[in-house]
C-alpha cells in the first residue's frame, strides 16, 4: 500500500492512499474501534401514502423492502430497476395522515371501495385523480379530518399491516428494518414535516397532524410513548422550505423559547434530515457569504406552489447551530443540539442516490417530463436533486446497534454517494495519526466522535491551545475521488455568532492561500460531449490532524465536517443529452457531491 504523506498550512498533516491500498483500507477502517459504517434510508414513501398513490405509485412497503435489500423492481409502468448495492437499514415512512386510504380504495373488499369519494380515485383518470387529492390537502391545511376516511379501526388495521412489514423484513446482521412513519405538518404554508422512528418491534398507532399540526403536540406524544416504554425519534426534513419555522426564535404560539422547551426538544429531535430530493438545508449563500460552496442544490420556492420563498434564517442546519450557540450564551440553554442524516424523500418506494437514472416521482420517468419548468405539483422539479443517504456507526447491523448510534448522533449524511467519514476531537489525542494501525482505538480513547461534547473542564490547565480534531474520509468505491476535507467552525462571543471554514485536507498537492483562505479548485474531468468524468484527479482517501489556530476556550463552539468529490455531471445534464438539447443556464452542468458529519461541540464551563 502506497502513502504519501504532504503538509499543508496550519501544520495540517494530510494523508493520500492511492487506489492500489483502497480496498484493504476500507475494510480496516470500515470495521475499526468496534463500529461498522452503514448506509440506510430512512425516508421513503409507498403507494401507501396518498401523494404518492395519486402519482400512480403502487409499491407497498413490502416491495419497498425488498428493493432496498437489493431484490428488482417492476413499476407498474414495465420500467426494472435494481440497486447496484443493497442498503443496511431501512424505515418505510409513509404519511400518517390516511395511510393506505386510497390504496384501500382500489380493494373492492374493503369497506373505502364503497364510497363516492374512491370512484374519483380508482377511476384511472389523471383529472379524477388530481380532485381527489384536494380535499386531502385541504384537510391537511386546515388540520379538520375527512371524517369518512378518519376511520380508527381502518387506521389501526392499516398501521398494523405496517409495523408486520417491517418486522418481517428485519434480518439481524444483515438488514435493519425500523418502524416509522411521517408526521406531515404545515404551518401557513411553512414546511414542519417529521419523520418518527421507533427502536422495536411495536409502535403505538401514529400522532398525526390532524391530531395536532405543532411540533410541541407531536413532543408530548412522544413522551407518553417514551415514558409507555416506547424508544423512538422525530428527525425534521425540508427546514429549507419552512420559511423559517423550523429553527425559528419562538415556540410555535409565538412565545419565546424556554429551558424546558429546549429540553423536551432535544429530548425528541436529536437528528435533522440535512439533504433529500427537495434541497439541501446545509446554509444558504444569504446566510454563508464567504462560503464558496454554499449554493449547492437549493430549492427556494414555498411547498406544492410555484411561488419564490425568501425566507431562509431559520430554514438551514448551520444557521440554528448558530443559533443555538447564542441561546447558550444569553439563557444558557440550547435548543438546536442535533446531529445530521440525509434521506430521499422518495415517493415511488425505491431508493434514489444517483445521477445517472433520477426519478423524482413516478410520472416524470422521461427525460422530458423531468426537465418541464414545472412537474412537481407546481415547483420547479429541475431544482430537486438526487439525494441522499443515512449514514451511521454502529457496533452491528440490528435494531439496537443503529438506533442506539443514531440516539449518541455517531451519524452522517451523503448526497448519494457512499463516502465514509470519521470524527474524533479530544484534550488528550496526541499521537493519533490517521495513517497508522490502531489510531480508530485510541482517538476513541483520547477524544469523543461526532455527536459528541467536549467541555472546558475536562481541558489540561497547562495546556489551553484547544482540542485536536482528527478526520477521515474514504471516497465510495463507486463513485468519484475526493477533492478536499473542511472543518467548518461556528463560535459564539457574547450571543453573537460567527463561523469560519478550514480546509484541512486537499488532494493533489494544492494548498491553501493565506491571503484568501481558500484553496484553488481541484479541476473538472467532465467530458461535456459524453458526459463520462476520469478519477486522474482527486484523492481516494484524506485525513488531516488539525487544532484550531483561533480556538478561544470561552468561547461556545461547534465544529462538523465537510467531504466533497470532484466534479461529477448533475442529473439533468444526463437528461439535456437525452433529449439533444442545452443544459438551461440557470442549472448547474456539474455538482461537488458532499457528506456532512454531524458536529461536535465545545461547551464552556
Known sequence: MKLRTANTVLSITTSLILVGGLATVGSVHAEAGGKKALFGELHIHTGWSMDAYIFSVRTSPDEAYRFAKGEPYTTAFGTTHQMSRPLDF???????????????MADPEHPFSKLDYAKLVTSGKREDMIKAFAPVSKSLRSGVPIADLDNTSEKQGTWDRMVEAANRHNDPGHFTALIGYEWTASIDGGNMHRNVIFAGDSAPLPFTALH????EDLWAWMDTQRANGHRLMAIPHNSNLSAGLMFDRKDTDGRALTSDYAAT???????????????TSETHPSLSPNDEFAGFELVEQWIATNRPLTLFKGGYVRDAWRTGLEFQDNRSFNPYRFGLIGSSDSHTGMVAGKERNFERISTDRSPAARMATETVVGMDGRKWGSSGLAAVWATDNTREGVFSALERKETWATTGPRIQLRFFGGWNMEGVDPASQGWIDAAYAGGVSMGGELKSSDASRKKRTGPT???????????ANLDRVQIIKGWSVGGVSNEKIHDVALSDSRSVDPSTNKAPHVGNTVNPATLDYTNDIGATVLSAVWTDPDFDASHNAFYYVRALEIPTPRWSSYDAKALGIDVPEELPKTIQERAFSSPIWYDVQ
Not at 91 to 102: I, L, N, S
Not at 212 to 215: A, E, K, L
Not at 265 to 279: A, D, H, I, S
Open 90 to 104: 431501512m424505515a418505510v415512512t409513509d404519511h400518517a395522515e390516511y395511510m393506505g386510504a386510497f390504496k384501500n
Open 212 to 215: 395536532s399540526r405543532q411540533p
Open 469 to 479: 480534531f482528527v478526520v477521515w474520509a474514504l471516497k465510495d468505491l463507486e463513485s
Open 265 to 279: 426538544r432535544l429530548r425528541n429531535e436529536l437528528l435533522v434530515e440535512v439533504t433529500q430530493k427537495k434541497g
